[in-house]
């Protein structure tokens, strides 16, 4: 889910140039964490579904300044699975709709299963860093056979020895392959 601190980052855009006049107050921490927590993944949609969330609620006058078009699909499929109510509010000062939506009892209960959740894997997670890292074992199967060392040192290389029973050199005719296969003899 989403971590309720870095919340409004994602928004720093948008909450960048905010017109209290035109838009309203900006959306809470706590109404973004509350519409993350519904299983709404940060964006427009989000932001919007918070807008509706407010004391006053949102135009859609409002909604495309701030989104760049209208988004109430999501807002109507989380009123349709009964996460949020719509609440009749009077229309703006330009005539405009507002939609108000509140949280009912069955999105507090999903809210509050996603912040347990999100609880409950940040303990582990910090459980996790603190534990310190085990010993790794070593492999089982056949004992691998140590290498003979180098010798770095000519003094104590060992020296070859000569047999003094072969001659240094055997007089053999000088046979090259050529003379080999034609068998001439000379």
Not at 19 to 36: C, D, F, I, M
């Amino acid at each position: 889910m989403t971590n309720t601190s870095n919340v409004t980052n994602w928004y720093s855009a948008n909450f960048k140039g905010w017109s209290e006049k035109q838009l309203g107050p900006k959306p809470t921490e706590q109404q973004l964490t509350a519409v993350h927590m519904l299983n709404c993944r940060p964006g427009k949609q989000a932001l919007a579904i918070a807008m509706y969330l407010r004391d006053g609620g949102a135009s859609q006058s409002q909604i495309v300044q701030v989104c760049g078009a209208p988004q109430l699909n999501k807002a109507r499929d989380l009123a349709t699975d009964n996460y949020l109510k719509r609440i009749p509010i009077a229309p703006d000062a330009k005539g405009h709709t507002v939609y108000k939506y509140e949280v009912t009892a069955k999105g507090l209960k999903r809210i509050e299963a996603n912040e347990k959740r999100a609880a409950d894997a940040a303990a582990d997670a910090a459980a996790k860093a603190d534990k310190p890292a085990k010993p790794v074992k070593k492999a089982k199967g056949k004992a691998k056979s140590k290498a003979a060392p180098k010798v770095t040192n000519a003094e104590t290389a060992p020296t070859p020895t000569v047999d003094a029973a072969v001659p240094d050199a055997v007089n053999l005719p000088d046979v090259s392959p050529i003379n080999a296969d034609l068998n001439i003899n000379t």
